[in-house]
C-alpha cells in the first residue's frame, strides 16, 4: 500500500498513524490509580476524625509496605492552599481551618445555666412585689437571702436597683428590667399568672391561708413616696445592703454566660 507521497509504507515518510507524542509533564506526575485512592482513604479517615489521628492508626487502613508519612505529606501539599489545611499536632494529623480564615468562623454565644432554687425565689419576690428590699425578700422568703443570689440577677440583667427607701439604714430597692420581660416573653409585668393561673400550674398549693392573695405587680420606672433616688446617695453612709452577710452555696451562683468559639 502506498501513501500519499506513492512511496510504500517500508520506506515512506508518512505511513497514516497519528505520531505518538511525550506526554506533558503535568500529567506524568499525576499519581496513579491506587495511590490516589489511598490519599482518598486517608482524606476520609481524618476528615471524619473527632481528634487527630496518629500515623499507626492510619497505617492500618493501607498496605504494610505504603509509606504513611510521605502519603500524609502529599495530602497536606493537596490543601495547602485551601479553607481547610492538614497540619500535624502533637504528633498526629488533623483537617484545620486555614490561620488566614479563622476570624471568620468565630462567634458569641449566650450560654444558659440554671438559676439556682434561690435565685429563682428572690426573682419571683421582686417580680412581685416590686420595689422591695433584701430585707422584704428574706422576710417573703422565709430565710436569709444573699447578696450572691442578688449579683447573679443584677448581672444578667434581670433586675435592677431601684433607689433606696425612705427608712432606717436607707435600704436599696430591686425591680425587674425589660430585659425580664424579653427573655420570660412577656409584653408587660402584668402579664405575669395571678392567683388561679399559679394554682392551676400546680405553683401553689391548694391550701391557701385565709385572706391570701397575689400582688398586682408594677414595674414602673418613677420611683414610689417611700424611694429616693439612688444618686441622691451621701457618701460614707452605711447601709443594710453593704452590710456583710453569709453567702449561699456556689451553686447558687450558676447564671448565663458569654464564651466565644472558633471553628
Known amino acids: ?34 495511590r490516589r485512592e ?9 476528615f471524619a476524625a473527632a481528634e487527630p489521628l496518629d500515623e499507626t492508626s492510619l497505617a492500618k487502613h493501607l498496605g504494610a509496605k505504603d509509606d504513611v508519612r510521605q502519603l500524609l505529606e502529599e495530602l497536606q501539599q493537596l ?6 489545611n492538614l497540619v500535624r499536632v502533637a504528633g498526629k494529623w488533623a483537617f484545620r481551618t486555614a490561620e488566614d480564615l479563622s476570624f471568620l468562623l468565630e462567634h458569641y454565644s449566650i450560654e444558659q445555666r440554671k438559676l439556682s432554687k434561690a435565685a429563682l425565689e428572690t426573682l419571683a419576690i421582686i417580680a412581685y412585689h416590686q420595689p422591695v428590699t433584701r430585707a422584704e425578700i428574706e422576710e417573703i422568703r422565709g430565710v436569709s437571702t444573699s447578696k450572691g443570689s442578688l449579683d447573679v440577677l443584677l448581672e444578667i440583667g434581670w433586675v435592677r436597683l431601684r433607689g433606696r427607701r425612705r427608712a432606717p439604714g436607707r435600704p436599696v430597692t430591686y425591680g425587674t428590667t425589660e430585659a425580664f420581660l424579653d427573655h420570660f416573653g412577656f ?13 392551676g400550674a400546680g405553683l401553689l398549693d391548694s391550701n391557701l391561708p385565709p385572706g391570701f392573695s397575689v400582688p398586682e405587680p408594677d414595674d414602673s420606672m418613677a420611683l414610689r413616696d417611700d424611694e429616693e433616688p439612688l444618686e441622691d446617695e451621701p457618701s460614707g453612709v452605711h447601709t443594710e445592703d453593704d452590710a456583710p452577710i453569709e453567702e449561699e452555696p456556689e451553686a447558687d451562683k450558676q447564671h448565663p454566660v458569654l464564651v466565644a468559639s472558633a471553628g
Open 1 to 34: 500500500m502506498a501513501g500519499r507521497d506513492g512511496k510504500g509504507n517500508n520506506g515512506g515518510i508518512d505511513n497514516g498513524r497519528v505520531p505518538i507524542l511525550p506526554l506533558p509533564s503535568n500529567v506524568t506526575r499525576l499519581p496513579s490509580a491506587d
Open 38 to 46: 489511598k490519599l482518598r482513604i486517608l482524606e476520609a479517615l481524618l
Open 187 to 199: 409584653d408587660s409585668i402584668r402579664d405575669l399568672p395571678g392567683l388561679a393561673e399559679l394554682k
Open 79 to 84: 490543601y495547602a492552599g485551601r479553607g481547610v
